[in-house]
């Protein structure tokens, strides 16, 4: 009699077993978990029992086996580095993986410094570890954006006259032509020599000043159409938002957050569609003009987030044109001045807004600006300094695209006579002597600079850590007011999380970007879908309990029952205790 075929050994990928613990928690049992997807009820329990595991498991798709746990410090390293290569990213820089890895290196070396028995030696930042950084963090190379040293003027002049007969043969007016760029602002930062400043570097936790927030700003050539600004933020609902009941959509900007305050592909299109074209078409009807439009974009913006052909098809009446690579730092309009005389008109309000409080209340300026002075204020401020933003200033900032579309008057005298910007300076300055602080033009225009720095090391590793606590501090003030919706009935539970499991299979099988679906599932199954998955399981045993306590109520009486009840809480525990837990257990499996 020949032998029995020998059993073929089949690996599941995590994927798979994410689904089936999914449906397992929405209430399917194991032995019809075991029919569809063809197990053994034995498999079906052993992926169950290391369902954390599984489900805290972050890698990509088609992935079959779980590895084992990387050390301590390179998780650490790999937060960091993303921080890190985000800011490089939001200054427009070039990332390549040599520089990567070599920074990794650095940050490894860096964080186990001062820990017994681990050398720097022990991280080789090799290929291998920088594809697999690559396909968890979802980093992508960007363009050079400000690095004028390397900007290629050659290709700028080229492209300037392409424009300028591509803007003639279609016959764009100044009004129809506008550009925007994106800008990191350090919202709270002070010059260097201040007393706040100072004492603020002495403090241990965190730095205000290093509170970052990412704007994009958008203005026509002729300087009379500045669109709604889109601010991302590492916070969806500040407490100040809360406090004051803030309706997000009231907002002057279009808010927008994410853990690295960084614009998205789906939040540029979002301000795209729902922001930019309803303006820019009401503008233009307004003024009478034909609805046609050409949005002058720097490549930088867009590569970074992914952003395909299709966001913009909806319009037909927008045409989107591209800056060359490393053209931006002597092209891009928003580069000329703007940005950078936003952020003097910004420093300006802040400090007239600092002086207006000392001067009408009791408050002194360290109070104000320590325990006061919130992202509501922020938002307010950055309101009217963009609403300071000359019509002259925009104009000038196309002198070098686009020269044929500046006034004569300004074209001719802005470079050689940056009054405004010295008045502004001035008035800082002026601000600052009458607050007490110590600040001179020089700081200034460092402050201006630092906003586009990027973060140290220690910097970065202390706002990361900063923001994640935020969350559930957050969350936290959330929790009393959910609480009532504890009484859900358990049939609308199961159905629910029956619902997300499906949703998040289709999401992944027809998703094109792996990297945004982990991200985005993960984030809405631990702060949303966990809530009720815990609300399940916690009603399971304690019907499981009171199962086991009913029949050791009915053998050895009441008394014992309850004493059996004490134990399993947590009051006296031993091993009758440990056997009832693993009864429970594999109860509740079932």
Known sequence: MPPPPKRTNVTRT???????????????RVSDLAAQYKMAKST????????????????????????????????????????????????????????????????????????????????????????????????????????????????????????????????????QVFNCDETGLFWKKMPKKTYITREEKSLPGHKPMKDRLTLLLCANASGDCKVKPLLVYHSETPRAFKKNNVQKDKLTVMWRSNPKALVTRQFFTEWFQEVFAPSVEEYLTEKNLPLKVLLVLDAALTQPTG?????????????????????????????????SNFKKLYTKALFQRCFEVTMETNLTLREFWKD????????????????????????????????????????????????LEN??????????????????????????????????????????????????????SEEEDTSCIDNIPTAEIKELLGYWAKTQSLVAKWHPSIGVVKRNINLFDGNVVEHFRK??????????????????????????????????SGVKRGRKDCELERDLDEDFME
């Open 44 to 175: 079906i329990s052993t992926i169950l029992k290391r369902k954390e595991a599984i489900k805290a498991a972050d890698v990509a798709k088609g992935v079959k086996i779980l590895t084992s746990k990387r050390h301590v410090k390179m998780e650490e390293v790999e937060k960091i580095l993303l921080e890190w290569v985000t800011e490089r990213q939001l200054k427009g820089e070039k990332v390549s993986e040599p520089i990567i890895c070599e920074k990794a290196r650095q940050l490894y070396g860096d964080l186990i410094r001062d820990s017994p028995g681990d050398s720097a030696d022990d991280f080789k930042a090799s290929r291998g570890w920088f594809e697999k950084f690559k396909k968890r963090s979802g980093i992508r190379y960007v363009v050079r954006k400000r690095e004028t040293v390397r900007a290629d003027k050659q290709g700028a002049k080229k492209f300037v006259e392409e424009f300028q007969r591509f803007a003639e043969s279609e016959g764009f007016l100044p009004q």
């Open 535 to 568: 609300i399940l399981k916690s009603r399971k045993r304690q019907a499981a309990l009171d199962n086991i306590l009913s029949k050791e109520e009915a053998s050895c009486g009441s008394s014992s029952a309850t004493e059996l009840q004490a134990s399993f």
């Open 14 to 28: 995590i994927e798979l077993k994410k689904e089936l613990i999914a449906k397992f928690e929405s209430g399917a």
């Open 372 to 419: 006061h002075l919130n992202i509501l204020h922020c938002l307010s401020i950055i309101e009217t300094a963009w609403e300071q933003v000359s019509k002259r200033m925009l104009q000038c900032a196309w002198r070098k695209l686009w020269p044929v579309s500046v006034v004569p008057r300004f074209f001719e005298g802005f470079e050689l006579d940056p009054v």
């Open 307 to 339: 952003l395909g052909g299709d966001w913009s098809s909806e319009h037909d009446s927008i045409t989107v044109k591209f800056l060359p690579p490393n053209t931006t730092p002597l092209l891009q309009p928003m580069d000329q001045q703007v940005i």
């Open 423 to 476: 008045n502004v300076v001035d008035e800082i300055v002026s601000l600052g002597k009458f607050m007490g602080l110590e600040v001179d033009s020089d700081d200034v225009e460092e402050l201006v600079e630092e906003h586009t720095l990027v973060l140290s090391t220690d910097e970065v590793q202390a706002v990361h850590g900063e923001q994640q606590q935020e969350v559930p501090e957050e969350l936290s």
